[in-house]
């Protein structure tokens, strides 16, 4: 039997397992913009003249960010959405998704730029997999080279917020990944963040409170073509793990994603007393922000070019 919307007679699209909803199209894409602009509102007021870069990769997530934001946007000729994508070099994988990444851009009059390993680095993330160490994953080296990458095309085009489009599975497992290894003080440091540190561009996380599936959803109603494919290197991250243990959990306690989310938000500002931003100094190599020295960029890529 075909079920109705709980707003209205029209063919349910969707059945929200956490609340007891079924939701037609057009009330699943109001529920989705809703909370968006809820969780905009948490994070912060935009103010006038500000340019949000949005990190794209392609996948669904980030595209749905950058739609979500142009539209939510559209009626204020004094904010600009960007968008900022970072090429890691993956044969197969990135090469496939920036494509996409154009095409969506032309498709909503956005600017487009685009860095890379290869050119920041001198070198691609195949060809750091390949000289890397073994006991550092390819994750560690690809999550600090995008950080890097990120902020320094943010601050080189002059954007005020970058917006990306970690989701309500992403904050969940990262906040019990982080309880599980007992890492407090990274706990601590989780975005999106009240506290700007001089040098770091402010980061937005506009889907934090949108499951993964309803933004695939999402960019099915709303025809948004993206790039759906799984990184070769991520079969190496523990996250993939946490990943099941929460896909179980909600499975067996609908909801268990935003109570963890919940918690989480409930002790964050004592979380931020207890272990505040460090100092940060200005690395003596690359001149970006870090607590210590050199940055990890840095020292990172010196074990590329020296992995004894």
């Known amino acids: 039997m075909v079920k109705t919307c709980s707003k209205c007679s029209k063919p349910a699209v969707t059945f929200i397992r956490y609340n007891g909803t079924h939701l037609c199209n057009e009330h699943f894409l109001m529920y989705v913009i809703r909370r968006v602009k809820k969780e905009m509102r948490r994070q912060g007021k935009i103010p006038p003249n500000e340019k949000i870069g949005v ?11 950058l739609h979500l934001l142009k539209e939510l946007f559209s009626k204020r000729s004094d904010i600009k959405i960007i968008s900022l994508t970072v090429d890691e070099g993956i044969k197969g994988y990135r090469d496939k998704s920036i494509p996409v990444v154009k095409r969506n851009c032309e498709l909503l009059d956005v600017e487009s730029h685009i860095i890379s390993f290869k050119d920041v680095f001198g070198a691609t993330m ?18 600090v080279f995008r950080r890097f990458c990120l902020n320094t095309l943010a ?3 002059g954007v005020n917020k970058l917006a990306t489009g970690h989701n309500l599975d992403d904050i969940s497992q990262s906040v019990l990944m982080n309880f599980v290894n007992a890492d407090i003080e990274k706990l601590a440091r989780l975005g999106p963040h009240r506290k700007i540190q001089p040098g770091l561009i402010p980061r937005l996380m506009p889907l934090r409170q949108i499951p993964e599936k309803e933004n695939t959803l999402y960019a099915l109603l709303k025809n948004i073509e993206f790039h759906d494919a799984e990184c070769p290197y991520s079969h190496e991250a523990l996250r993939g793990v946490f990943k099941e243990i929460l896909y179980e959990l909600e499975e067996k306690n609908p909801g268990t994603r935003h109570s963890i989310l919940r918690s989480f938000d409930s ?12 100092p940060l100094n200005i690395c003596q190599r690359c001149g970006e922000p870090t607590p210590h020295l050199m940055c990890k960029a840095c020292v990172l890529q010196d074990l590329v070019k020296d992995p004894c």
């Open 126 to 143: 195949d060809e750091i997999f390949i000289k890397k160490p073994s006991q550092i994953g390819a994750c560690s080296f690809c999550g």
């Open 155 to 157: 601050k080189k085009v």
């Open 55 to 65: 990190a794209v990769s392609g996948g669904k997530d980030s595209l749905v960010t």
């Open 267 to 278: 002790i964050k500002e004592m979380l931020e007393a207890l272990y505040p931003p460090s």
